[in-house]
């Protein structure tokens, strides 16, 4: 097995060891906030339960979606199944939507007869142990997601983030409602709860949307990839018609290689050779295809500096 196999398989293993270990935490930190909305009666700690109990459902599709992208390619799908990823992240979008709507509705249902909180510091003291867990789990998953190039880790990281957010903001507004009585401020913290989960649910939806659109890389990394060429073309004359796309941990990458009309097959395909193993060490989970053309091809004049891109 090489090298770049290698360190394929162990990142394989731990991008779906978290994704495993998501479920338990998500289900841990649900029973924990439903324990603290039982004891305290709160709408706001309700929502905050409610959000939970969709982490669990994304935490399982975010887990079975990681180890379909980590399928090898076959021949219904020769590039791979890099973007089933992409599908349990619109997933992840939609129940946060799910959770935001029937959270309105409990509030609805509160506004017009606000009522005072049973045993609130039992319950606070809970959901405040639940909502450390999540912190320190969404920074697990955000890091390693971002490391591995896993939009579902990413997604589900954010998503556990969004919870600690909400969280915090619950904790301050009813330790407020406590102190002065004003027991209003229970749904109406449910209400914000619910207008943020809408606004992640829509960021978390319209990025994956994006990637299953087959979206470029970004600026830095497409000048990174330029680079990379450029340093590793000796003995060609241009690059042009550079495209890019990202569909999940994976980058694909295809340009038009300009070389002398003259050139022996052999000669032009160690180059190739060069450039490929060059973004393959630099850029993890990359394909490269490159179209090799004769000289006449050029868009630059001749004479321009040494493999200019078009």
């Not at 909305?37 to 939970?52: C, M, P, Q």
């Not at 939507?97 to 029937?102: G, K, M, P």
Request: proline share 4%; hydrophobic share 55%.
């Amino acid at each position: 097995m090489t090298a770049s196999a290698d360190r394929n398989a162990a990142s394989k293993r731990r991008i779906a060891t978290l994704a495993f270990w998501s479920i338990a935490v998500a289900f841990v930190v649900t029973a924990l906030k439903l324990l603290a909305w039982r004891l305290t009666g709160s709408v706001a700690l309700y929502s905050d339960a409610l959000e939970s109990i969709a982490n669990v459902v994304t935490a399982i599709a975010a887990y079975w979606a990681i180890l379909v992208s980590h399928t090898p390619a076959d021949e219904d799908h020769p590039f791979g199944h890099h973007k089933a990823e992409y599908f349990s992240a619109v997933l992840e979008g939609v129940l946060i939507v799910v959770a935001a709507l029937l959270i309105i509705a409990k509030v609805w249902q509160s506004l017009s007869n606000p009522a005072p909180l049973d045993e609130p510091w039992q319950g606070l003291a809970v959901n405040t142990g639940a909502a450390v867990i999540n912190a320190v789990w969404a920074w697990v998953l955000i890091s390693n997601g971002r490391a591995q190039r896993s939009p579902a880790l990413v997604a589900d990281g954010q998503h556990v983030m969004t919870d600690v957010v909400t969280s915090a903001g619950v904790l301050i507004g009813l330790v407020a409602a406590i102190f002065t009585g004003w027991h209003l401020l229970d749904p109406l913290l449910a209400l914000i709860v619910a207008m943020n989960i809408l606004y992640q649910g829509w960021k978390v939806t319209s990025a994956s949307l994006s990637g299953l659109m087959d979206r470029a890389v970004d600026i830095q990394e497409n000048m990174r990839i330029r680079d990379v060429i450029s340093a590793n073309s000796k003995g060609a004359l241009e690059v042009h018609d550079l495209k890019t796309r990202a569909a999940g941990r994976a980058t694909f990458i295809e340009f038009h290689l300009v070389v002398n009309a003259d050139m022996t097959v052999g000669e032009s395909h160690v180059i190739c050779d060069r450039i490929e193993d060059a973004l393959k060490a630099e850029i993890p989970s990359v394909r490269v295809t490159i179209h090799v053309e004769p000289d006449d091809e050029a868009k630059l004049p001749k004479g321009t500096a040494a493999v200019p891109f078009a």
